[in-house]
């Protein structure tokens, strides 16, 4: 039992001041056990194998798959289209679909994590066409080098993995996320008006058709999300519109733009390619070995700035999609999902598609799909008698909702389907887009401090725990350094060094965790900012920075524990 213990347990150190568990190690952090972190993983995700497939019988998950395959393809598709346009033809629709169906099953199956979606991504586009405006003027076969950087990648990825180094995530809080998720946010809307400028190519009526339709495409799907959050309709109505309603908007306004005059205006819709065949006349299979042997060793430092995008973007996707607010009760494993990240990047690149990796918003949004809620009153308060309030009572933990999402997807490659996704106009995408974004932006920590401060402070409530600092500047200044960062992200990728983005957000991590604390006090830090997951959540990583690690006694056995305290207090929170 001892010798188990010790391979369970968590590889990082604690402070001196922090009283161990028996059973408990202290490392040098120079020190590591190569391969403790992924069978930890393994060890405390196994005896829950089973139920990941039995929890699936609850229909919180049909909802969910629903609303995950829309969400997951259609914003792909899009960025299909950026691709497209970017690298001569390079990626197509089915590529990306196959990237999305690689990721899903993949992660679906064998992940520790399988309620993160995995796909194709922003950053990854930025990535993809930034490697063929810099190799494509050299002569460099285009497909053959990206290979090259998806072997190097898978490569640096098991390295990460056998090394622990998922135990840096303990550093990463709310701040790195929130300016990470504010840069996607970003990125989607961005991505929106894009789509938008491109529809000048066929006229000006197109152009102001495609922009009136995806305004209309975003304020509808929008006002569903607002429905479901309401007390609008009876419960189950409510229900349907949050669940289904961005699905059937898109439906609707694929077919509503043959009404009338509007059937006359010719619109661009999505380039499609032979049903499960790469758009370039290529096999599926990459000759990696039709390129020098400089141009391999040359793929090294993109495989290198790719790892890192992966590490950062795949590893946010995850603590966000199980972040504080979500009541989970099954442990997560990070070493493990960064291994098999890489798994697929090797894959992906042999096989010519955009290497998947976590989705955000997508992953989160997922987990949200799966919330389960019920509604509390507050009789017990007099001063809110007769207030009623919406509560998660659990979330549905199982990979059927992945897996679905994914075979549907791949369907999605057959020829009729293919035909049906060639009729999507692209404005309905751009609104898809916004939406997105919105939505994205409206949970963003950076946002709701901003909007916190714009308020007139004697008319914000006494609740809200920012009016607790008495440093006003210090809200400034902490919002100021955020925008900062996701400023310089931006304005990073608009140029050649665009790959070389996430190398500036991993910086802020060190500035957060030894700089911040000596202009901020505790105090406010502790209001400013939080760990992004649950203590429970981050035991894979040896437990949030600052925080004692406990060692559930008996292993992997004590782990469906939940820690009440932390669950009734996530249980509070609201479905975003």
Not at 202 to 218: E, H
Not at 269 to 289: C, K, V, Y
Not at 323 to 329: A, I
Request: hydrophobic share 45%; glycine share 8%.
């Amino acid at each position: 039992m001892d010798t188990r213990r010790r391979l369970l347990e968590p590889s990082s150190s604690v402070s001196e001041n922090t009283r161990q568990p028996a059973g408990t190690r202290k490392n040098a952090w120079w020190k590591t056990r190569l391969f403790s972190g992924m069978i930890n993983d393994i060890g405390r995700r196994a005896p829950f194998y089973w139920s990941d497939w039995k929890d699936a019988w609850d229909y919180r998950v049909v909802p969910a798959t629903v609303y995950m395959y829309f969400a997951n393809i259609l914003p792909a598709l899009a960025f299909s289209l950026d691709m497209f346009a970017k690298t001569d033809q390079s990626f197509g629709v089915n590529e990306v679909l196959l990237a999305s169906v690689l990721g899903s099953v993949v992660f679906s199956f064998a992940a520790c994590q399988p309620l993160v979606i995995v796909g194709v991504t922003g950053p990854i586009t930025v990535f993809n066409y930034t490697v063929y405006d810099i190799v494509h003027p050299r002569g460099t076969n285009y497909f053959a080098f990206m290979c090259w950087i998806g072997i190097w990648s898978f490569i640096f990825h098991t390295i990460l993995a056998v090394t622990n180094s998922c135990n840096g995530l303990k550093y990463v809080t709310r701040f790195s996320c929130d300016i990470f998720g504010f840069y996607v946010a970003f990125i989607y809307l961005q991505k929106g008006i894009q789509v938008l400028t491109r529809q000048w190519d066929v006229n000006d009526a197109s152009a102001y058709l495609s922009i009136a339709i995806a305004l209309l495409v975003t304020g509808v799907a929008y006002i569903c999300g607002i429905i479901g959050q309401s007390s609008l309709f009876q419960r189950q109505v409510r229900k349907f519109i949050e669940d289904y309603g961005t699905p059937l908007t898109v439906i609707f306004f694929t077919g509503f733009v043959h009404i009338g005059k509007m059937e006359n205006i010719e619109l661009l819709t999505l380039p499609i390619s032979r049903a499960f065949f790469p758009t370039t006349s290529r096999g599926w299979f990459i000759h990696f070995w039709d390129i020098s042997v400089g141009d391999v060793f040359l793929a090294i430092p993109f495989a290198v700035l790719l790892t890192i995008l992966f590490w950062f973007d795949h590893n946010v996707s995850s603590l966000i999609a199980q972040g504080t607010e979500f009541p989970l009760r099954k442990p997560a494993g990070f070493h493990w999902d960064i291994f098999l990240l890489g798994v697929t990047t090797g894959i992906a690149g042999l096989l010519g598609i955009p290497f998947p990796n976590g989705l955000i918003p997508q992953a989160p949004f997922h987990t949200t799909s799966l919330c389960v809620t019920r509604t509390i009153s507050d009789s017990d308060d007099e001063t809110n008698k007769g207030h009623t309030r919406r509560v998660v009572d659990h979330v549905v933990e199982q990979r059927v909702s992945n897996l679905a999402q994914g075979l549907l997807t791949l369907g999605t490659m057959t020829g009729p389907l293919l035909i049906v996704i060639h009729l999507i106009p692209q404005a309905v995408l751009a609104g898809l887009f916004f939406v997105m974004g919105i939505q994205a932006l409206e949970a963003n920590g950076i946002t709701l401090k901003l909007i916190f401060l714009a308020k007139d402070k004697h008319l914000t409530p006494r609740s809200d725990p920012l009016m607790r600092i008495q440093r006003r500047k210090a809200i400034w200044g902490f919002v100021a350094l955020e925008l900062v960062g996701f400023g310089a992200t931006f304005a990073i990728t608009q140029t050649i060094a665009a790959i070389g983005f996430p190398v500036f957000i991993l910086l802020y991590i060190p500035l957060r965790t030894w700089l911040l604390p000596r202009w901020l006090t505790a105090e406010e830090l502790g209001i400013l900012d939080a760990p992004t997951a649950s203590p429970f959540t981050m035991e894979s990583v040896g437990g949030n920075h600052g925080e004692p690690i406990g060692v559930t006694p008996g292993g992997t056995e004590g782990q469906d524990t939940v820690h009440e305290n932390d669950e009734a207090e996530r249980g509070e929170a609201g479905i975003v």
